[in-house]
């Protein structure tokens, strides 16, 4: 075709239509950082700023612990080429099922059985993974089935009955949070979120600073230097409100630390390190990355051990906060894992995603369900409203990607 | 004869970058008219305005067909006026009859029920016109390449095609089905259609084209009538770069070395059938500093043996001895290929050889990534500096190295392709037509970086499909035919008449 010499600018391009272009560069970035923005902003109006009280913000969090966990592993799946994991609920599940029978029923150290149903869920990784990646059944069946067949035995194994409650010390998981680090100061907020908040704000300005050196280095177009700072201001702005929030509440609660952990580890695995730029190669041309040398295969089947094991953390994280393992534990979290990921801009045909997208995505649903649930919306409506706003947040996707052509 | 075509002052932007400036373009009824340039010159833009894929509106300027001024908001709208475009990449499905694709979109029905008796005797008369004898009912997967473009061909006649458009149809064809193909052009010319030929073969248009029209940087430069006197190459070249190409070829002086690189008994079998042998015996070397060139027809087992050889990316049951630098070593999959220096730059550059949704730096780094990390961290800096150096080595043209590889012209993705392949830093470097569907200045750059390569002591496998190029840069050819090595040339020895007779006595003596 002949519409492949397309002109970009160049350097001395005038700042106004610089600043255009950055922007049209970067919105479809940032649409979904700016649209969860606007749904909180009209449910602070809409909830008479109840959703924006410290208590509700930790309880934000502490609600949508598990998709948030889940979303990070199904961002992978989706990576490898539109693949997702169906079973990720029942995993949970089982999971959860398996910590109540150890705990409950058998009165296991706590630390013991952790890392059984820890390794239970490697064991899953590895049989799915096994006929995704060695065999190459299609993910969808091979979860699909899983999702039958864990469901099954969590029913097995529960007999159909709820288990319930787990000691005091596995409930901390979820409810815990982390001890004051100056007990001495007599303050009215918290003092270690605060700390940490700054801590992250500093890090984060290093971290941009130094990319847009690199970038200015190698003749990369940059974002003029106004909007850079606007942009920086912001995050700090958010990392600090969020930090102050958490303060006056009672801190950080475990799971967020837990979740932390997790979000920068595998921001950092999927942009910074050799696996997991293979995952992208092989999302965006598996011949191509074959011939590259990249053993696709055993990306695949890591992708999928992957999300067993995240599906284990995430039934834990949940079977901790609802204090308890029933059957239906875990029903749909893997359409909610799916639907973050999407609406956090994942590519259905692979390639393109990105772990923080995913977290904005399933932060957007979680404040939606927040949201209506403190306006006293039903759940009905709030499932059809989550559904019309997965299919709007895709057709923007798409909409925005053909009109870059 | 009447004009049947005039597009006037066609002017149309993408994104604000103009690609087709004020073109003016006239063609004749029942000629066929090439219409050459280089890649980006707006061939396919300006056809693609003609179809109605671009909307009137969309450009400005306008199209008169059969003396009537037209306006296209769709393909459906040009297509009821018989004009009929044949796209590059077929239009066909591959999961239904010939039949059946013959009428998509056109079926042979009554209220909507489509009457299959008449599907296929129609369709079985269209096939007759364009001389292609298998049953309508034959699968398109089942029919080769050549034949799937005569397929195309009786799908526009089916359509009352007056105006027919053929976007490089020979491109994937070898040589017999490109001849086929032109002589039916020729047939149809004679029945009263007229079409337009867009091709990067010169020898092609010069042989069966009325006249020339040649586009550059998106405005007509030239239109040459041809009227039965030779055209030049040289001279449509000259017009269509702009500049005076002195030789198509880059001058080199060889420095061969000792044997390098050497295959022996090599014997690849089918995966999908374990009976059928597709390498069958075949040795070879490569010196130091030699480019050695592999001929052939298409089919002939070329990718298959360049493929079966980088860590066993085609085939099954592959036997045989690599000997690298007088030793002999296995090679179980690419990464091993990789290690023991081995590159291997894909046929396709889309669809195997590059992650078009990515950019040039991922693209370039990514066979190298052990290079570029440490306990699998990779090293911003050192990946930037990589890929910053080689775009700049091999020119690429591009606003940063952080540009995406589809929005890349075609010469320019390859460039990329020879980047990552550089920098992984091969001894023996596998290339499967590199210059496939690239503009002749491209072609040169690329040349020239496969000349510094052999300079530099690297062992070079050249395969291509066109004659011309092998005898312009190899050293030594090997001529391939049904999965054996049927000739050996040498520099002088070698022409087009040479090769063709090794293939032509290979068949015969297998048949």
């Known amino acids: 075709m002949g519409t492949t010499n397309v002109e970009l600018p160049k350097a001395g391009f005038a700042t106004y239509e610089a600043v255009k272009y950055a922007l049209q560069n970067n919105i479809r970035q940032y649409a979904m950082l700016i649209a969860l923005i606007f749904i909180m902003a009209f449910f602070q109006i809409a909830t008479n700023g109840i959703l924006l009280m410290p208590m509700n913000v930790t309880n934000l969090v502490l609600q949508n612990s ?21 079973s990720v609920g029942s995993v949970c599940a089982f999971i959860a099922a398996i910590m109540g029978h ?8 706590l630390i013991q059985a952790l890392a059984i149903s820890m390794l239970v869920g490697a064991i899953i990784g590895i049989w799915q993974g096994f006929w995704i990646a060695y065999v190459r059944i299609p993910a969808f069946i091979v979860t699909l089935a899983g999702m039958l067949l864990f469901r099954g035995l969590t029913n097995t194994m529960l007999k159909g009955l709820t288990l319930s409650p787990f000691p ?3 409930q901390k998981i979820s409810s815990g949070f982390l001890p004051e680090l100056f007990p001495g100061l007599s303050w009215e907020l918290a003092s270690t979120p605060i700390m940490i908040g700054i801590i992250f704000s500093v890090i984060l300005v290093l971290a941009q600073l130094k990319k847009r050196r690199d970038k200015v280095k190698n003749e990369a177009e940059i974002t003029p230097i106004s909007l850079f700072i606007i942009q920086l201001l912001l995050i700090i702005c958010a990392i600090n409100l969020f930090a102050y929030w958490l303060a006056a509440y009672k801190g950080i609660p475990m799971i967020l630390l837990i979740l932390g952990v997790l979000i920068v580890g595998y921001h950092f695995f999927t942009t910074k390190t050799v696996p997991g730029r293979y995952i992208y190669a092989m999302g965006g041309n598996e011949k191509a990355a074959k011939l590259s040398g990249i053993d696709t295969n055993k990306v695949f089947f890591f992708v999928y051990f992957n999300m067993a094991l995240l599906s284990a953390v995430a039934g834990i994280a949940f079977a901790s906060r609802t204090n308890s393992a029933f059957p239906l534990l875990g029903n749909n979290f893997e359409l909610d894992a799916i639907a973050a990921c999407f609406i956090g801009g994942a590519s259905a045909t692979g390639g393109i995603g990105t772990v923080i997208g995913a977290i904005i995505g399933a932060l957007v649903m979680g404040v939606l369900n927040n949201g209506m649930s403190i306006m006293g919306i039903g759940s009905d409506w709030q499932m059809t409203i989550k559904g019309f706003v997965l299919c709007m947040a895709v057709a923007f996707d798409v909409i925005s990607k053909s009109k870059a052509k | 004869m009447g004009v049947i075509l005039e597009m ?3 002017t149309k932007y993408f994104d604000g970058v103009k690609a ?33 894929i671009y909307p009137h509106g969309e450009y400005s300027g306008a199209i008169v067909f059969q003396g009537k001024s037209c306006i296209f908001r769709n393909v459906r709208d040009s297509e009821k006026m018989g004009i009929v475009i044949i796209h590059q990449e077929l239009a066909l499905i591959p999961y239904l009859s010939i039949g059946e694709n013959i009428f998509i979109g056109n079926e042979r029905s009554k209220a909507g029920i489509i009457n ?5 005797r129609h369709a079985t008369e269209l096939l007759n016109k364009v001389g292609l004898k298998d049953n309508s009912n034959v699968l398109i997967k089942d029919i080769s390449l050549g034949k799937q473009q005569l397929v195309e061909i009786a799908k526009a006649l089916a359509k009352d095609v007056r105006l027919l458009i053929l976007d490089e149809p020979t491109a994937a064809l070898n040589e017999t089905d490109s001849d086929n193909l032109l002589n039916l052009l020729l047939e149809l010319k004679k029945s009263g259609i007229t079409s337009i030929l867009i091709s990067h073969k010169l020898n092609e248009v010069i042989k069966v084209a009325d006249t020339i029209t040649i586009l550059r940087d998106g405005a007509t430069i030239e239109t040459i009538k041809v009227n039965g006197q030779a055209v030049s190459e040289d001279r449509i070249i000259k017009w269509m770069v702009g ?6 070829f880059p001058k080199r002086a060889p420095k061969i070395g000792t044997v390098y690189f050497e295959i022996k008994n090599w014997n690849v079998y089918d995966p999908q059938n374990n009976d059928r042998k597709v390498i069958k015996d075949v040795n070879l070397k490569v010196h130091k500093g030699e480019i050695l060139g592999i001929s052939g027809l298409m089919g002939s087992g070329r990718t298959e043996l360049a493929m079966s050889i ?8 592959i036997t045989g001895k690599i000997i690298k630098d007088g030793r002999e070593i296995t090679i179980n999959n690419v990464r091993q290929a990789i290690d023991h220096g081995l590159a291997y730059v894909t046929e396709d550059r889309k669809t195997a050889g590059l992650i078009l949704i990515e950019d040039i730096k991922h693209n370039i780094s990514l066979s190298s990534l052990k290079k570029l990390s440490k306990r699998l961290f990779i090293n911003d800096e050192q990946e930037n500096q990589a890929a910053v150096a080689y775009r700049k080595k091999l020119n690429i043209r591009s606003a940063s190295i952080f540009h995406k590889i589809q929005n890349l012209s075609g010469g320019n993705q390859q460039k990329v392709v020879l980047a990552k392949w550089i920098f992984a830093g091969p001894d023996v470097l596998i290339m499967d037509e590199p210059t496939r569907g690239i503009d002749v200045g491209a072609k040169y750059e690329i040349y020239i970086i496969i000349n510094q390569l052999a300079e530099e002591g690297k062992s070079i496998i050249f395969i291509s499909s066109e004659l011309p190029e092998i005898l312009g840069i190899c050293d030594r050819v090997y001529v391939m035919n049904d999965g054996r090595i049927v000739g050996e040339l040498e520099r002088e020895a070698a022409s087009q008449e040479s090769i063709m007779k090794c293939i032509m006595q290979s068949n015969r003596g297998c048949c």
């Open chain 2, 20 to 52: 087709l400036d004020n073109v003016n373009f006239k063609v004749v009824s029942g000629e066929i008219h090439a219409l050459v340039g280089e890649n980006g010159a707006g061939k396919s833009t300006l056809m693609n305005v003609l179809s109605g």
């Open chain 2, 310 to 317: 980088f860590g066993k990316a085609y085939g099954k049951n």
């Open chain 2, 8 to 10: 006037k002052n066609i």
């Open chain 1, 168 to 170: 005091e010390a596995f």
């Open chain 1, 66 to 86: 598990y998709v948030l966990i889940l979303a990070i592993g199904m961002t992978l799946c989706i990576l490898t080429g539109g693949n997702i994991d169906l």
């Open chain 2, 243 to 248: 500049r005076e190409l002195v030789d198509r």
């Open chain 1, 102 to 109: 150890l705990v409950i029923n058998l009165k296991m150290d």
């Open chain 2, 116 to 120: 299959w008796e008449k599907t296929h």
